[in-house]
């Protein structure tokens, strides 16, 4: 194949980790690389729910592209995706159209809202950056509006959380440090500030570890948030939100209402006619998909089963990552016709915070952690992947060092 265009699509963990592999393993006159992001940044997805709540300024958790990638060796287009035509060999942009030789899809997720009434209209989504500085600017807003009416809204003060898998437990975590924060800005009294959690299965962090999810809940309870488990949310308008338990309605006041139970494959993988299940391409062993030997497809947009448990692994951020390196191999032994390799999961364990001091965790051998520890391990898997991403400088400019306090 003679210097053959390669086209990553999204600057999310997997695109922006495969780029960076492929810029150091290609020469440039082995291929020429172009990475294509709605964006002229890379962000952490895992830390939006801290912007959201307002415990880290959005600029933390935002990188630049360029200060990554090398720029004479990755041509890099700030642009939409809005379809890929396989067949044709092409991606079409908003503004652009590209055709490529070698394609790796990285779109990432969008919000699944399962056709719950006015949950898309009404509803707030830790999505990307943007999403989350609205949801920290609104909750604001409503604190500072609060003692500015002469009726006062209660609806206000409440915050509902739609969800208790791993992104709305963080995001929990964060507004319990920040209520106070928020109460003593503006005046409020924090027995009036609600933060309430509803979860359909019977206990958040479905399948997680008893003992940690118990010590979880506990750790959110104690500072103020409510959890209402078993429960189905039935509608979502501007002012309030419904749900069921127990064969029963219950409406809750709200101008805040902020989903985080679903996430589903960028829409683009179904528009374009890729075979899929539930909207994701369920890749081959090196990361193909079954109908097209040049794509290549990697984290939220890619489906691998795990053997044993008969479920598709869950889209984090640890498994895009490795899919890298997979990715950015097989891309190269494509262009030179060597042998590709497989992709297997290492699941090196799973850390989620309750807060700034808070955090549980299973790693390893399943050795649990909890409370400091945790957090101290949190802390080194985020700063683990900017060294990975930037080496140190930017570790140094992005990194999260405030272990002791």
Same mark, same amino acid.
């Given at each position: 194949?003679?210097?053959?265009?390669?086209?990553?699509?999204?600057? *999310?963990?997997?695109?922006?980790?495969?780029?960076?592999?492929?810029?150091?393993?290609?020469?440039?006159?082995?291929?020429?690389?172009?990475?294509?992001?709605?964006?002229?940044?890379?962000?952490?997805?895992?830390?939006?729910?801290?912007?959201?709540?307002?415990?880290?300024?959005?600029?933390?958790?935002?990188?630049?592209?360029?200060?990554?990638?090398?720029?004479?060796?990755?041509?890099?287009?700030? =642009?939409? +995706?809005?379809?890929?035509?396989?067949?044709?060999?092409? +991606?079409?942009?908003?503004?652009?159209?590209?055709?490529?030789?070698?394609?790796?899809?990285?779109?990432?997720? @969008?919000?699944?809202?399962?056709?719950?009434?006015?949950?898309?209209?009404?509803?707030?989504?830790?999505?990307?950056?943007?999403?989350?500085?609205?949801?920290?600017?609104?909750?604001? %807003?409503?604190?500072?509006?609060?003692?500015? @009416?002469?009726?006062?809204?209660?609806?206000?003060?409440?915050?509902?959380? !739609?969800?208790?898998?791993?992104?709305?437990?963080?995001?929990?975590?964060?507004?319990?440090?920040?209520?106070? @924060?928020?109460?003593?800005?503006?005046?409020?009294d924090k027995n009036l500030v609600r933060i309430i959690n509803i979860e359909g299965s019977p206990t958040?962090?479905? !399948?997680?570890?008893?003992?940690?999810?118990?010590?979880?809940?506990?750790?959110?309870?104690?500072?103020?948030?409510?959890?209402?488990?078993?429960?189905?949310?039935?509608?979502?308008?501007?002012?309030?939100v419904v749900y069921e338990k127990n064969g029963k309605e219950v409406e809750i006041p709200t101008l805040?209402? +902020?989903? #985080? #139970? *679903? +996430?589903?494959?960028?829409?683009?993988?179904?528009?374009?006619?890729?075979?899929?299940?539930?909207?994701?391409?369920?890749?081959?062993?090196?990361?193909?998909?079954?109908? %097209?030997?040049?794509?290549?497809?990697?984290? =939220?947009?890619?489906?691998?089963?795990?053997?044993?448990?008969?479920?598709?692994?869950?889209?984090?951020?640890?498994?895009?990552?490795?899919?890298?390196?997979?990715?950015?191999?097989?891309?190269?032994?494509?262009?030179?016709?060597?042998?590709?390799?497989?992709?297997?999961?290492?699941?090196?364990?799973?850390?989620?915070?309750?807060?700034?001091?808070?955090?549980?965790?299973?790693?390893?051998?399943?050795?649990?952690?909890? *409370?400091?520890? #945790?957090?101290?391990?949190?802390?080194?898997? =985020?700063?683990?992947?900017?060294?990975?991403?930037?080496?140190?400088?930017?570790?140094?400019?992005?990194?999260?060092?405030?272990?002791?306090?």
């Amino acid at each position: 194949m003679n210097k053959p265009n390669i086209v990553i699509l999204g600057a *999310g963990y997997g695109g922006m980790m495969t780029t960076v592999k492929l810029q150091k393993s290609l020469g440039s006159n082995e291929a020429n690389i172009t990475l294509v992001n709605m964006n002229d940044y890379h962000y952490q997805t895992t830390w939006l729910h801290e912007n959201a709540a307002g415990t880290l300024h959005h600029d933390r958790t935002r990188i630049q592209i360029n200060s990554v990638i090398d720029i004479n060796k990755v041509n890099f287009i700030k =642009d939409k +995706v809005i379809s890929v035509k396989p067949e044709e060999k092409l +991606v079409k942009m908003e503004n652009n159209q590209l055709h490529y030789d070698i394609l790796v899809i990285g779109l990432g997720f @969008e919000a699944a809202t399962f056709g719950i009434p006015g949950l898309a209209e009404n509803a707030f989504t830790i999505g990307d950056i943007n999403r989350a500085r609205l949801i920290r600017e609104h909750i604001d %807003y409503n604190f500072a509006l609060y003692h500015n @009416e002469n009726t006062k809204k209660q609806a206000r003060l409440n915050i509902v959380v !739609g969800g208790g898998g791993f992104t709305g437990v963080e995001f929990l975590g964060e507004l319990a440090d920040r209520i106070p @924060e928020l109460c003593k800005e503006y005046d409020i009294d924090k027995n009036l500030v609600r933060i309430i959690n509803i979860e359909g299965s019977p206990t958040i962090l479905p !399948g997680f570890d008893p003992q940690l999810v118990e010590y979880a809940m506990n750790s959110l309870e104690s500072r103020g948030v409510e959890f209402i488990t078993g429960a189905l949310l039935k509608e979502c308008t501007a002012t309030s939100v419904v749900y069921e338990k127990n064969g029963k309605e219950v409406e809750i006041p709200t101008l805040t209402t +902020v989903w #985080a #139970a *679903g +996430v589903r494959a960028n829409s683009i993988i179904e528009k374009s006619g890729f075979q899929n299940n539930r909207g994701k391409i369920e890749v081959q062993a090196d990361m193909r998909t079954p109908e %097209y030997s040049d794509v290549f497809v990697i984290g =939220d947009c890619a489906l691998i089963m795990n053997e044993e448990s008969g479920k598709p692994y869950p889209p984090t951020a640890q498994i895009a990552i490795q899919q890298s390196d997979i990715v950015a191999h097989n891309v190269k032994a494509l262009i030179h016709n060597t042998k590709m390799e497989t992709f297997e999961p290492n699941i090196l364990g799973t850390v989620a915070s309750l807060g700034s001091n808070d955090a549980i965790g299973v790693i390893l051998n399943n050795q649990k952690l909890l *409370g400091w520890k #945790a957090t101290v391990m949190k802390k080194i898997i =985020d700063n683990r992947y900017l060294w990975k991403l930037g080496g140190f400088g930017l570790l140094m400019k992005k990194g999260k060092f405030n272990i002791f306090y």
